[in-house]
């Protein structure tokens, strides 16, 4: 999902820069304004792991593979506005240390992974929530499925990009059936590993998951009084 | 006794993580992924350039002088996740120091 340079030509990639330079600006002004002191040391964690995760490449079809791209599982860990941060952290050290991904195309793959797929993922993901009943199942279940469906989102956006400013020749269409096709199946394991991390961090520590800070509220408001009554005791 | 056990969940947290960039990256698929295989597919992957760091360091996550594939793998991953897990900490802790300065709210409130 690594845009190199040179696929998209230069002002597509430079009105992409802008477009990712607006999401990170944003971003960083809502996260200062909701980000909790705990969650801050997560949201460092949460980006080393998606940096280690998108190593792991994953079979998906005949001589293809797939790694996770982590912008759902960013956002309902720490929230959307940290998480895509936390994706954007992880773009910039891939394109700079490890040169994956170009540097001209940076700006084309912060909006798609941490901008379109944080966003459209975690719009899905609370559109599901509320289709679902509030419990910690279908937390995992929505995040799953919203992680999966944020693959395509991501990998359509580059199609845009494609149609806007592609250097190769073949058709949008061609191009936008062979996209979805593989990141379909590659969404499939985005959805399995950030449902099994999702599910793994609400098993540990429940509240430190800021897309079940809901299902947390009720629970403290009834012991802490119990606590104190007991403490009197 | 919660913030002990914020630090032992973020230990184990990065042990996780060290663990996966470390270790299981050697074992992970070297085909080429979606995109790739689209552009070779449709026969636009010969527009890509190279990357200008392309012969650095870390490079197309190998150290340079590491001749174990595996090892080589392993221990940029090793590298990329300490660099992503120190500008991630930095970033946030940036991101707290904004909120400070701004309005600040009761630290033990619920959100």
């Known amino acids: ?233 | 006794m919660r913030s002990s056990n914020l630090r032992l969940f973020l230990l184990g947290g990065l042990l996780v993580t060290i663990g996966l960039a470390l270790v299981v990256s050697g074992f992970a698929s070297s085909q080429p992924d979606g995109l790739e295989k689209v552009a070779t597919d449709k026969g636009f992957l010969e527009t890509a350039r190279d990357h200008p760091l392309a012969d650095g360091p870390l490079a197309d996550y190998a150290v340079k002088g590491v001749d174990n594939q595996r090892l080589s793998a392993g221990l940029s991953g090793l590298i990329g996740v300490l660099v992503t897990f120190g500008l991630g900490l930095a970033l946030f802790a940036l991101v707290r120091a904004l909120r400070s300065r701004g309005q600040d709210s009761d630290p033990t409130r619920a959100p």
């Open chain 1, 1 to 233: 999902m690594h845009i190199p340079d040179g696929f998209i030509n230069a002002p597509t990639s430079l009105a992409a820069g802008a477009v990712a330079a607006g999401g990170v600006g944003v971003s960083l002004r809502r996260a200062a304004q909701t980000l909790q002191e705990r969650q801050a040391p997560l949201a460092g964690l949460v980006a080393a792991y998606i940096f280690a995760v998108q190593m792991l490449n994953f079979p998906v079809a005949a001589g293809t593979s797939g790694h996770l791209l982590g912008g759902v599982l960013a956002a309902v860990l720490v929230g959307p506005w940290a998480g895509c941060l936390c994706v954007a952290v992880v773009l910039v050290v891939q394109s700079l240390l490890i040169a994956d991904g170009g540097l001209t195309a940076l700006g084309l793959n912060i909006t798609n992974m941490a901008v379109v797929g944080v966003f459209g993922g975690w719009a899905i993901f609370w559109l599901l929530r509320r289709a679902l009943p509030a419990t910690r199942t279908s937390v995992v279940v929505s995040s799953g499925i919203a992680a999966g469906i944020s693959v395509v989102l991501a990998a359509a956006a580059f199609v845009v990009e494609y149609a806007i400013g592609g250097a190769g020749h073949a058709p949008v269409g061609t191009v936008l059936a062979a996209m979805v096709g593989v990141h379909t199946l590659i969404g499939i394991g985005e959805g399995v590993i950030t449902a099994l991390t999702v599910g793994v961090v609400l098993g540990v520590r429940p509240d430190l998951v800021y897309g079940a800070q809901d299902l947390q509220t009720p629970l403290v408001l009834g012991t802490e009084p119990q606590r104190a009554a007991e403490e009197v005791r």
